[in-house]
């Protein structure tokens, strides 16, 4: 029975429409860089070791590369090579079940309905294709409780809650590098508000013309990834796209369009995407620092955007997909002054 969905067979038409190629080429051929690696050791021991200097050190390194690159790559980031191995393995044996099952069962390992996506239910021509297949789970669904019934649960429960600590703390820098209330985060954003998504991208025949994921910004505060070592995540810095090179002790954190707009545009939310490769299939997993839905935006006057909630961003969002194939996020926010 086939794991992989359907791709050839539902994306048939754009794929042989060559005058659609129009992409090619520039989505492999990119320069790759090495992300700003940032040691957290300096913050995470609460020991005498560390001084107060380099503490200070690291929470500046963090907030020049949240404005300077939406980007960074931490090490020594407390969430241990056991979990992350065991949370791996987890993954590979979820995806590896048939499609149809993955697809089609109502509650396949417990999952909420609609949790498992593939390709791009709306795209109208190539280029808003994602050649990946995910599962995007609502943390309020893996309680505690259902945790004790799978090993899968259990492991995303333990997952989730080790990198939502970790979440908590950069937020809290972040903000307090803004000279904000540094509690927001902790009041707001509830293990059980954040998103898990398990991506897979199988290998793609035309890779030079498919995404894995289509360039978007993340419509959190913050992202915590965990990629393996086939590479694929591509960034937009200074207006180019960039490679991003695996570093197998790192895991990437990005701002999402949340913060960027909570910091009236001091940490940037950037555009990324995932390109796709003929031979080998890839895994990541991302943890969406989400706030409630009734949670509002807001910055001090004067501010480029008007408050808004999260629920409606995310209705905005989902709109803008259903209408255009694509989101258009944050833009529609602004206040033109
Ligand atoms: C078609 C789309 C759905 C998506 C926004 C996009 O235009 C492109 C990527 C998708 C993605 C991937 C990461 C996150 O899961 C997400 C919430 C996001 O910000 O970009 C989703 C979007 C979505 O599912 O609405
Ligand atoms: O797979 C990756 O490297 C990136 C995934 C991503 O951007 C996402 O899930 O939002
Ligand atoms: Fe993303």
Redesign the pocket.
Known sequence: MATDPPFHQAYKSLIEDTSNNIFGKKLVLVEECELPLIDLSRILHNDNVVDESEREECKEEIARASQQWGFFQVTNHGISKDLLEKMREEQVKVFKQPFDKKSKEDKFMNFPAGSYRWG?P?ATCLNQLSWSEAF?IPMADISASAAAFTTLSSTLEQFATTVAGLARKLTAILAEKLGRESTFFQENCLPSTCYL?MNRYPPCPVPSAIHG??P????DFLTILHQDEVGGLQLVKDGKWIAVKPNPEALIVNIGDLFQAWSNDVYKSVEHRVVTNPSTERFSIAY?FCPSYDTVIQNSEPSNYRKFSFREFRLQ??ED?QKYG??VGLPRFLISH
């Open positions: 791009t709306t995007h998504r994921l289509m978007h910004t993340d419509s969406f969002v989902q997909v694509h989101k």
